[in-house]
């Protein structure tokens, strides 16, 4: 006779939850260590809601990645309000996966993937621009177009917030992309040009990142449209 199939699913279940595990495990590799991930996502949301992001907030998640900070506030945004912009296709194509493992898709974000900020206009402005760990990835060309993208897109009382690594170093790598140091002058000037002003706000360990990971020394910078 045959057993019960409760044994026989069981193990199948099992066997299917290690795949999607492994799955995700992959997906996390690509946006930084897996071993940091969820401090990663926590401290963005955290941060984000103790700046005061609204539910009604058109929010933009510049390099939105696999959205490992991008689901929370996807979770706190009123449907349709988040936009994230990723220079990878298969990046995208996991943050679509994230999305439904998340459940999410009811809130309905626009991923893009976006290769030129000079060739990219959004049909709206936006309240908050997000690039976590972002600009630093970006040559100076690169993160002068999309700070330009910040100065063309964001609401007049908008404001963007960008963690950077500040003072002189030779650059990295990290996946292709470079690893930039800067002085906060590079940054001004880049803002400047963009019609931005910047304000320095802290340390990330200063503002409730775990202090024990090195990047607890980057700085979070606020550029807000410069008043006339
Ligand atoms: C360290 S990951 C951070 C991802 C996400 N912000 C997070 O915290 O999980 C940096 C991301 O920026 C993306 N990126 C780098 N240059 C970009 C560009 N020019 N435009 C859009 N995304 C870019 C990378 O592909 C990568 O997914």
Known sequence: MLKSPIPIRRPLRRALRRLKLGASATRHTLVGRPEVWQL????????????????????????????????????HLHAGRYTGLEVRAEVIAEAWRELEAAGLEHKDPRLIQNSDFDALGLDHRVDVAW?????????D????????????????QGRCFANVCLGEAPDGSWQGFPVVT??????????????LTVTPLGRLDELGHPAHL???????????????
């Open 214 to 228: 090195p990047d607890a020394s980057q700085v979070m910078l606020e550029m807000t449209p410069r008043k006339a």
């Open 131 to 139: 690039a976590f760990s972002v600009l630093f990835h970006m040559t």
């Open 141 to 156: 060309e690169i993160a002068g177009a999309a700070i330009s993208f910040v100065g063309r897109h964001l609401a007049p």
């Open 40 to 75: 990663k996502r926590d401290f963005q949301i955290a941060f984000l809601r103790a700046q005061g992001l609204a539910p009604d907030d058109r929010f933009l998640d510049i390099g939105c990645g696999t959205l490992r900070g991008g689901i929370p506030v996807i979770e």
């Open 182 to 195: 800067r002085p906060l002058r590079f940054y001004e000037q880049l803002a400047e040009t963009a019609g």
